[in-house]
């Protein structure tokens, strides 16, 4: 059971990281600040493509991470 959980533990500490550093930056100065307010102003869907795909993956190991984690220090 613990080296079942320590293995989670380790792959989603792997793909967190992995997801975090290949997910483009949100902020790019100014405009980036202006370009954030059209999207949302005329609708872009993020949740297309490779960054909905990396925001997706990011939640999805975060909470796996944390919850084994938590689990794994009970134990």
Known sequence: ??????????IS????VAAILLSPGKAAGMSGAIAGGAESLFGKKKAKGF???????TKV???LFML??????LL
């Open 51 to 57: 960054e909905g795909f990396l925001e997706k993956t």
């Open 1 to 10: 059971m613990k080296t079942a959980l320590l293995v989670i533990l380790i």
């Open 68 to 73: 084994s984690a938590f689990v794994y220090s």
């Open 61 to 63: 190991s975060g909470v």
């Open 13 to 16: 500490s792997i793909v967190l």
